[in-house]
T-cell receptor
Framework: TQLLEQSPQFLSIQEGENLTVYCNSS?????LQWYRQEPGEGPVLLVT???GGEVKKLKRLTFQFGDARKDSSLHITAAQPGDTGLYLC??????????WGAGTKLIIKP | DSGVTQTPKHLITATGQRVTLRCSPR?????VYWYQQSLDQGLQFLIQ???????AKGNILERFSAQQFPDLHSELNLSSLELGDSALYFC???????????FGPGTRLTVL
């Protein structure tokens, strides 16, 4: 059974601080996706990483895919209250099934 | 806007009842996925359809069923509802050959 462990589950920090969210697995994924979800809405895709070692930047968000394509991280620099939300990682296997992490609930306090 | 539509947005019903949730995928997407999300929890995969056929099953209860129609829209049927079935239900669609799933806005089901 493929599992994707996401940590931390909950993070509450002050505006301006940096943070990192991790997703780890013993399985290899063909790609890994990061989604952000706001209360009462559907998850919205932030980024897809495909190549081992790949780094993608989206303004203050930096996404990295591990060299072995088993893990990924999301780093947010100088967090802002607008970054508040539930962040979900999902790894795609060879059958195009997504294996989901449990999510990180992020609160940025002004 | 993801291009995936779901109706209704909210549904309030009583225990023991049956409801149907509807999803229209993005134009051209053949795969539809259904997920359940309880309060402050991650997504629980329920079931996937591809071009009208069931492709994969997750943690779907026997009281729940789904189908995908020739026009590719999908319906999730929930019967003998219990209080614990109260949750957000999302559908997502995917382009054939792609990894990305695009989510609808969800249906919030409240069972009283």
């Amino acid at each position: 059974t493929q599992l994707l462990e996401q940590s931390p589950q909950f993070l509450s920090i002050q505006e301006g601080e940096n943070l990192t969210v991790y997703c780890n697995s013993s399985s290899v994924f063909s790609s890994l996706q990061w989604y952000r979800q706001e209360p009462g809405e559907g998850p919205v895709l932030l980024v897809t990483v495909v190549t081992g070692g790949e780094v993608k930047k989206l303004k203050r968000l930096t996404f990295q895919f591990g060299d072995a394509r088993k893990d990924s991280s999301l780093h947010i620099t100088a967090a802002q209250p607008g970054d508040t939300g539930l962040y979900l990682c999902a790894g795609a296997n060879s059958n195009y099934q997504l294996i989901w992490g449990a999510g990180t609930k992020l609160i940025i306090k002004p | 806007d993801s291009g995936v539509t779901q109706t209704p947005k909210h549904l309030i019903t009583a225990t023991g009842q049956r409801v149907t949730l509807r999803c229209s995928p993005r134009s051209g997407d053949l795969s539809v996925y259904w997920y359940q999300q309880s309060l402050d929890q991650g997504l629980q995969f329920l079931i996937q359809y591809y071009n009208g056929e069931e492709r994969a099953k997750g943690n779907i209860l026997e009281r729940f069923s789904a189908q995908q129609f020739p026009d590719l829209h999908s319906e999730l049927n929930l019967s003998s509802l219990e209080l614990g079935d109260s949750a957000l239900y999302f559908c997502a669609s995917r382009r054939t050959g792609g990894d990305t799933q695009y989510f609808g806005p969800g249906t919030r089901l409240t069972v009283l």
